[in-house]
């Protein structure tokens, strides 16, 4: 999956940094009980499913001149209903790149590849009744993979926890429909690499909040909403990365950032489409305000038969 | 090309075929009603198979209201009925678990309200 935080540890420069805020992930849907975990943009949500994100996009500004335009894609595919591979990659453009720490050249449009990646993602509990669901997941990319200055540079291994808290089982009504879904990330390079003056081993992560209409027409009361509303989910995502190493080298090489995404998903049977607006929340962060979304393929409704379920039936070793 | 048809046979899209969500019911989700209904109907957004759906409806002081099995109904495969048995006002609370067509399961419960 590509790690839209992750991207910003790998180096110095504005362009890692608008590397940083471009292309969000690719998430999968889940279901625990009776709610629907949507897919979220710049956190991956708890669960493991067939799909696709063709594609992510994003536009955003780590400087406030220079304009990233990102596309993104990841493909899912379930091996066993609770645990999946995915594959991920992205395309960036920089136009009028301020970048001058590059080799790039300041001011002109460049574009590339991100780094490839590869994860193996684990559901180890379900818990229908109280909403529940947590994943565990390890992604490896290749950060050579892709055009040089627009990749990582480097390989490295991520390390992922996904949680998701319905609050449908609350003997609250007005809060029912609420959810919380929440990923932390540790990311280790490979041995002996460093970015410019040190360490590049990263913490990240996010939380988001989202309100879920359909959840609130077929479960609580059906206030008759048309479609376009009824099957919306408004939601709030706070984004976060920094520096796990040498916390002397975090002002300059591994900046801290913080990022919040306000918009909504709205889910059909076969697919989902995201737009969120995103706001950097420090200076490390980008400048202006931003857009990203994403069109998801649900591939276990579209393809049941084939590409569509696991490869093995059942869920082992999940509680 | 004619050795690649079956792929791309197995690759089509299947029409009609996701998980089923609720749609609607009668009585609504949350809704307030005067008169017993005499079943509940709920729609859903895909086809069910009903012989492996399950609907329970619970009654003010958790007694089962549901006479029979859901029941199919004709002509509409997104649908299914329970035949009830209400004789006093309260709050009734539906829990229902569907199949869709294509095996995906779901759940989910709401409450309808009858009135003295």
């Avoid at chain 1, 300041?106 to 529940?132: C, Q, S």
């Avoid at chain 1, 290749?142 to 055009?147: H, M, V």
């Amino acid at each position: 999956m590509i790690r839209t935080f992750r991207r910003a540890l790998g180096g110095a420069s504005l362009l890692v940094l608008a590397l940083a805020v471009s292309t969000p992930a690719a998430h999968a849907h889940a279901i625990a009980g009776d709610r629907v975990f949507v897919n979220t943009l710049l956190i991956d949500d708890p669960g493991t499913a067939d799909e696709a994100s063709l594609p992510s996009f994003s536009v955003t500004s780590p400087d406030g001149k220079t304009t990233d335009f990102g596309l993104g894609f990841e493909y899912d595919k379930t091996i066993f209903d609770n645990l999946a591979v995915g594959v991920s990659d992205g395309w960036d453009m920089l136009g009028n790149d301020q970048d001058n720490l590059t080799d790039l050249g300041k001011g002109k449009t460049h574009g590339g590849m991100g780094n490839l990646a590869l994860d193996l993602k684990y559901r180890w509990i379900v818990m229908p009744e109280h909403e529940f669901m947590s994943s565990v997941a390890v992604e490896r990319d290749f950060g050579r993979a892709g055009t040089s200055g627009f990749d990582d540079g480097f390989n490295s291994t991520t390390f992922s926890a996904y949680f998701g808290k319905g609050l449908g089982d609350i003997p609250f009504t007005p809060i029912r429909p609420f959810a919380i879904t929440g990923e932390f990330d540790y990311t280790v390079p490979d041995a002996g690499v460093t970015s410019g003056a040190g360490d590049v081993t990263a913490y990240s992560g996010g939380l988001t909040l989202q309100y879920s209409i359909p959840y609130l027409q077929s479960q609580i009361k059906d206030y008759g909403l048309p479609v376009a509303l009824a099957n919306l989910t408004p939601l709030v995502e706070l984004g976060w990365s920094s520096a796990a190493g040498s916390s002397a080298l975090r002002p300059t090489d591994h900046p801290t950032t913080f990022q919040l995404g306000t918009g909504a998903v709205w889910t059909g049977q076969d697919c989902a489409f995201s737009t969120e607006l995103l706001w950097p929340l420090n200076g490390n962060s980008g400048h202006g305000l931003g857009v990203i979304g994403e069109f998801h393929l649900y591939f276990d409704d579209l393809f049941p038969n084939s590409i569509g379920k696991p490869i093995f039936s059942g869920t082992p070793f999940q509680l | 090309m004619k050795r690649f048809l079956p792929l791309l046979a197995a690759l089509a899209p299947v029409p009609a075929f996701a998980h089923a969500f609720l749609k609607s019911a009668e009585p609504g989700v949350g809704a307030v009603v005067a008169t017993p209904p005499a079943q509940l109907l709920l729609t859903y957004t895909e086809g069910l198979e009903v012989p492996f759906c399950t609907v329970t409806v619970k009654g003010p002081d958790g007694t089962a209201v549901q006479t029979a099995k859901p029941q199919p109904v004709p002509g509409h495969e997104d649908e299914m009925s329970v035949p009830l048995h209400i004789t006093a006002p309260g709050k009734y609370t539906v829990t229902w678990h569907a199949l869709s067509d294509d095996g995906h399961k779901t759940q989910g419960s709401f409450s309808f309200t009858i009135t003295p």
